[in-house]
């Protein structure tokens, strides 16, 4: 047998071990990640030390996660990644796909649901299931009001998609978007690449009466992807549903993946008013901003402070305004006195 032809056969055998023999269809109940034991340096890296003079340290787990895809396939077994773009990876890998095929992840339901949105954080129980893409769309919108309804996530991984459509809005009335789409193009210039900053600072600023054009990707859906979907096309309430106390691999676009415990009931309710304000302010959802936004305002003292900290920091980018970092700051103490509850709904602001 020529020697690319022994190459090829070995690779594909490396790929489907990673794959299981049962689930060809999309999970009911998630099993729970295995847990083996090494000693890593990261999520999945391995070290050896030779220590004479000290007594050993116990071993670290080494993270085990199942994942699917959303439409339905073998259950795959990833691990190794310690940020979003490797997790695809990793997940790209298992199935001999294109990393660039996935358009984003859910967490525990293959459904399109948008408040299981996997983003910066993984629970040490979760089931990743991974939603490639489907069918293109393209769409002419006439810009009559001046907020089209949307809001717009990220993959972490070059791909802005709708998270929200406001119900009564612009984007309501168009019959063939959705929410979870990926936005592929606006007027014919692509936006793959952009952040979702970017492309709802896009959006906003087309002028009221144009017309312009949509090209969007929808998710691949199973044959029963009908079963339980949520009334409407909006998504429904946005936020990480975190239990007290529950371990999750925080990962981070630098640095290593970081196992957390998640208990702290001022930090959550303070995140999602957070996320609520860059909704309105900027047309975004982002979930690991405002977890950065509230770190950098618990170390402050004052708002003058927490706005130096900000320009000293990575956000500077974003160009918030002075009124809007006095209202973050307002959202991270009134989670610290106690007064801010935890807010559902909010407003499109573009």
């Known amino acids: 047998m020529p020697l690319k032809n022994i190459l090829n056969k070995n690779k594909k055998k490396s790929s489907k071990e990673n794959l299981t023999d049962k689930q060809t269809s999309p999970a009911r109940e998630a099993p729970r990640p295995d847990v083996t034991q090494s000693t ?3 999520n999945g890296g391995n070290s050896v030390k030779n220590e004479t003079n000290s007594s050993p340290q116990p071993p670290r787990p080494r993270l085990v996660f199942h994942c699917q895809q ?29 990393a660039s095929e996935i358009l984003f992840c859910t967490l525990n339901t293959h459904k399109c649901d948008m408040t299981r949105l996997l983003g910066g954080q993984i629970g040490l129980e979760d089931f990743i299931f991974a939603h490639v893409k489907g069918q293109p769309k393209e769409v002419e919108v006439t810009k009559s009001e001046d907020a089209l309804g949307l809001t717009i996530t990220d993959n972490g991984n070059g791909y802005a998609f709708i998270k929200r459509i406001k119900e009564g809005s612009i984007m309501d009335k168009v019959p063939i978007v ?53 009334t409407g096309k909006k998504s429904g309430n946005v936020g990480n549903k975190v239990g007290s106390g529950k371990q999750t691999l925080r990962l981070r676009s630098t640095g290593p993946a970081t196992v957390e415990t998640v208990d702290n009931e001022c930090a959550s309710v303070a995140t999602d008013k957070i996320n609520n304000l860059l909704e309105s302010y900027m047309g975004i959802n982002d979930t690991e901003l405002a977890q950065n936004i509230y770190e950098i305002g618990d170390k402050c003292d004052n708002p003058h402070d927490f706005a130096c900290s900000v320009d000293d920091s990575d956000m500077k980018d974003f160009g918030f305004t002075d009124t809007f970092i ?13 007064i801010l509850k935890k807010t559902q709904e909010f407003n499109e602001q573009f």
């Not at 339905?72 to 773009?85: A, C, H, L, Y």
């Not at 997790?87 to 790209?92: R, V």
Request: aromatic letters at 10%; one cysteine or more; glycine letters at 12%.
């Open 40 to 42: 890593p340096e990261a």
């Open 70 to 98: 959303a439409q339905g396939s073998p259950t795959g077994i990833i691990s190794g990644f310690t940020n979003v773009k490797e997790l695809y990876s990793k997940i790209a890998e298992c199935y001999e796909i294109p």
């Open 178 to 230: 959705y929410v979870g789409d990926h936005i592929e193009k606006l007027n014919g210039e692509p936006v793959v690449g952009l952040r979702h900053y970017e492309v709802a600072k896009m959006l906003k600023e087309i002028p009221k009466g144009t017309t312009f054009t949509l090209r969007v990707v929808e998710p691949l859906k199973s044959g029963f992807s009908f079963v339980g979907q949520s």
């Open 326 to 338: 006095f209202d973050l700051w307002g959202a991270i103490t009134d989670a610290k006195s106690g």
